[in-house]
């Protein structure tokens, strides 16, 4: 029995041998993508382990424009956005601090590009979201870092952080809700978001923390870059995670449809928010108000163009590129500001946990303020939920179901009859949501690669069945020789007792 025992232990301690070196293997491969997928410096992310506040830390930075270094620390740690440095391509920023650095947060003030970041003897890849304030983990932390930029960009601030929780201004954003967007918003400027739809943003994206992606109609790089940056704070501040995104429209001021038809290239808004649609596959959108709320004519034509998007989006002979890229979309449910059938009334009045226990009307409030350059114009949001501008006052809280596939509402709820995205993920069955978008042929390819058997691993456990086999029969063929030895040495006495 003993002597079968071992024969077991020697069995399956092959097979352990055979499937450790596999798995050692299989580690190091693991490794080696992790390393070039995930690096140590993670952009959107926080690195804090430890429970006590990150705080500011003192940094010098220098700036190498390929002809010279110059000390640049007062220009690029003054909490300023008007305040730029121009990055010629191949120019490094070098950021050293006395203590380790366990996060960055750079401000940039141009279009984002690719661009790396050197610590510790490594270099990371940094910028393919493209994020204008983007934040970098920097788990081993580190007290010499170098930024290099390739293509040449601005830069407005620097800041370094140490080990420990962040503050809540410091912002990590994640990527847009490309596939599983529950409510797709879209304004015409940074600030109309706050003013006109911010109910939204504050009760079902920061509240509810349900996935709600904004798309802006205009690009402000093209007219005032600083209402980039007052475009992120505000979103930051009503608890929007996810970047935004933006057309490749200027801000064209009119106060007639007619005339911002004239101003603009209405097929490419129609185009662009039918883009939107696909890509995003919202199970609401909501819009402004169809008379541009106090008339302006960019509000209306981008209102205007998301109701011929509607209908051209589950249509396949309509903007094809983007229906074949994305492939087609019909919403659920669509809602426009001020519209007045259907009605809804948002409550902008009940404080929100998550939000600081502030109510709505505060947390917009809050958000309005970041967009400093628009304060001037008399634009503000009024303690009884109604914004005010130059030309009267607009409830923010009001909304009309325009379109519906699921039914009329019984509440002021805007996700009635719809399952959000997180909810269906967390109770789906083995068929899948049908949300597929954007993919590439090579990535497809790779998908089906991936759900073939694992040849690797096939081949692993026939070797060890082998090795198995061949271990018992061994051990079994030596019991019997060992006992017929020892019967043949001991016969005479054996056979006498018998």
């Known amino acids: 029995m003993k002597l079968l025992l071992k024969s077991a232990v020697i069995a399956f301690s092959a097979i352990g041998i055979v499937l450790s070196s596999h798995t050692i293997s299989y ?53 300023s956005y008007d305040t730029t440095i121009n990055l010629v391509p191949n120019a490094t920023v070098n950021v050293k601090a006395d203590e380790n650095i366990y996060g960055l947060y750079i401000i940039w003030s141009s279009e984002v590009t690719n661009y790396t970041i ?48 962040l503050p809540n201004n410091v912002q990590r954003w994640e990527a847009p809700l490309y596939g599983m967007t529950d409510i797709l918003v879209f304004s015409t400027h940074a600030d109309d978001e706050i003013l006109f739809l911010g109910g939204v943003l504050t009760n079902y994206g920061g509240e509810q923390n349900l996935n709600v992606q904004i798309a802006y109609m205009c690009d402000f790089f ?4 600083v209402r980039q940056h007052e475009e992120l704070d505000g979103l930051w501040e009503c608890g929007i995670k996810n970047y935004p995104v933006k057309g490749t429209f200027e801000d064209l001021y009119s106060l007639s449809l007619e005339k911002a038809k004239s101003q603009y290239v209405y097929n490419d808004i129609i185009a662009y928010s039918t883009e939107c649609i696909r890509k995003f596959k919202p199970l609401v959108c909501v819009s402004q108000d169809f008379n541009g709320e106090y008339g302006h004519g960019g509000h209306r034509i981008y209102a205007a163009a998301i109701q011929e998007a509607l209908e051209a989006s589950n249509n396949a002979d309509m903007y094809p590129d ?86 009329l509402d019984t509440t002021n709820n805007m996700m009635e009859n719809v399952t959000p995205y997180k909810e269906q993920a967390a109770t789906k069955t083995d068929e899948p949501i049908d949300v597929e978008f954007g ?7 790779d998908n089906a690669a991936n759900t073939k ?46």
Not at 222 to 225: F, G, H, M, Q, Y
Not at 439 to 445: G, W
């Open 439 to 445: 993919v590439d042929q090579e990535d497809t390819a």
């Open 222 to 225: 093209l007219t005032e870059p």
């Open 322 to 407: 983007s229906a074949s890229r994305y492939g087609l979309w019909d919403v659920p449910k669509a809602y426009y500001h001020l519209y007045g059938d259907n009605t809804i009334t948002l409550d902008v009045d009940t404080p929100l946990d998550k939000l600081g226990g502030r109510t709505s009307v505060q947390v917009l409030q809050d958000a309005f303020k970041k967009h400093v350059s628009q304060i001037s114009y008399s634009f503000n949001m009024l303690d009884s939920g109604y914004a005010i501008t130059f030309n009267g006052q607009f409830d923010t809280r009001s909304f009309g179901l325009y379109r519906t596939l699921v039914g």
């Open 453 to 498: 058997p694992d040849i690797k691993q096939l081949a692993v456990t026939i070797i060890a069945i082998i090795i198995i086999g061949v271990v018992i029969i061994a051990q079994a063929y030596r019991t019997r020789n060992l006992y017929k030895k020892k019967y043949d040495k001991n016969k005479d006495e054996f056979v006498n007792k018998q």
């Open 118 to 165: 050197t610590y510790n003897s490594q270099t990371v890849k940094c910028g393919e979201n493209g994020f204008l304030h983007d934040y970098m983990d920097i788990k081993d932390g580190s007290r010499d870092i170098t930024i290099n930029v390739p293509e040449g960009m601005q830069i407005s601030d620097i800041y370094a952080y140490s080990r420990g929780n």
């Open 27 to 79: 580690a190091a491969d693991s490794s080696t993508a992790n390393i070039a997928n995930a690096p140590d410096i993670t952009s959107g992310n926080s690195a804090t382990t430890d429970n006590d506040t990150a705080h500011n830390i003192g940094i010098t930075v220098s700036v190498n424009n390929n002809v010279s270094v110059s000390d640049y620390t007062k220009n690029l740690t003054d909490g």
